[in-house]
Nanobody
Framework: QVQLVESGGGLVQPGGSLRLSCAAS????????MGWFRQAPGKEREFVAS????????YYAESVKGRSTISRANARNTVFLQMNSLRPEDTAVYYC????????????????????WGQGTQVTVSS
């Protein structure tokens, strides 16, 4: 069982930056593919970025590519999402998700592919 706890959300002005963190409990963190998703009011949960267990492979949604960077510190059981040049349309609850790479089936871009989810952290971009 993996528990995920997000932090780092908040209110930021357009053009600003935030760094989200997701701390994972349990062992074997480096064997989990980690993802970030977001959900705005009235909208479906959507993929933001994901990273392989080793950190060698990263994937981004077109909407955040070039503005966001996903990274991980396996020694600290933590994954990060650095978001720059934030826009009002980035406003959403951001969720961290995990799936064991050996049990992975499907696409890293879709929520049902992930086994574990955090409670989410609110990001609001507004002047």
């Amino acid at each position: 069982q993996v528990q995920l706890v997000e932090s780092g959300g908040g209110l930021v002005q357009p053009g600003g930056s935030l760094r989200l963190s997701c701390a994972a409990s349990g062992s074997g963190f480096s064997s989990y593919h980690m993802g970030w998703f977001r959900q705005a009011p009235g909208k479906e949960r959507e993929f933001v970025a994901s990273i392989s267990g080793s950190g060698d492979s990263t994937y981004y949604a077109e909407s955040v590519k070039g503005r966001s960077t996903i990274s991980r510190a396996n020694a600290r059981n933590t994954v990060f999402l650095q978001m720059n040049s934030l826009r009002p349309e980035d406003t959403a609850v951001y969720y961290c998700a995990a799936v064991a790479e050996r049990r992975f089936t499907g696409s890293y871009y879709t929520p049902p592919s992930y086994e574990y989810w955090g409670q989410g952290t609110q990001v609001t971009v507004s002047s």
